[in-house]
């Protein structure tokens, strides 16, 4: 089993382009969401998903948009990069709110 | 607003000895407590939960103590070792939530040889 698979494993924008990273689970987790990480603010919710079809926002969805069509792939555009969104992004999956998060090995993120 | 505020945000131990990383909460709302473990460039791994039914839970080296009247739960690793050093979180789990988790800030644990 691959886990969670995130790609790519970084990347460099240039302010105003737009990029998607992607996230596939292979475990039937029904639960997948994004994170960011950044330096001393711990981890933060972008979006997250309960399923195909359904999405939501978490803390930070600004300048961010998700869709999920099928169970297994949960992709986040960003619209239009802003130097902002330098950050670490981390895709995680889940079978049950009891169960822990599977987390994917990041995507190192930079715009200039 | 639901937080769950850990500490230290950092911690130097020495081998061997006994690693403990704090965590407390207000919202009684909650009903599962993880503890992820990151290592530098990679993802954060569940390392260990509690429910709120159980005062402590041990695996391995690993322990947690959790105090429902303070809402307080803490993170002990005993035996520290090199291989230890990583950054640890805490978070919570919302009842009847969807799968949402709050989390820690973090705390950055480095284990002197």
């Known amino acids: 089993n691959a886990g969670v698979t995130q790609t790519p494993k970084f990347q460099v924008l240039k302010t105003g382009q737009s990029m998607t990273l992607q996230c596939a689970q292979d475990m039937n987790h029904e639960y997948m969401s994004w994170y960011r990480q950044d330096p001393g603010m711990g981890l933060r919710l972008i979006h997250y998903s309960v399923g195909a079809g359904i999405t939501d926002q978490g803390e930070v969805p600004n300048g961010y948009n998700v869709s999920r069509s099928t169970t297994e792939d949960f992709p986040l555009r960003l619209l239009s990069a802003a130097p902002s969104q330098t950050s670490v992004y981390f895709c995680?999956?889940?079978?049950?709110?009891?169960?822990?998060?599977?987390f994917g090995s990041g995507t190192r993120l930079t715009v200039v | 607003q639901q937080q769950v505020k850990q500490s230290p945000q950092s911690l130097i131990v020495q081998k061997g000895g006994i690693s403990i990383i704090n965590c407390a909460y207000e919202n009684t709302a909650f009903d599962y407590f993880p503890w992820y473990q990151q290592f530098p460039g990679k993802g954060p791994a569940l390392l260990i939960a509690?429910?709120?039914d159980v005062s402590e839970k041990k695996e391995g080296r690993f322990t947690i103590s959790f105090n429902k009247s303070a809402k307080q739960f803490s993170l002990h690793i005993m035996d520290s070792q090199p291989g230890d050093s990583a950054t640890y979180f805490c978070a919570a789990s919302i009842t009847d939530s969807n799968y949402q988790l709050i989390w820690g800030a973090g705390t950055k644990l480095i284990i002197k040889p």
């Open positions: 509690i429910r709120p």
């Open positions: 995680a999956s889940s079978y049950s709110r009891h169960y822990g998060y599977t």
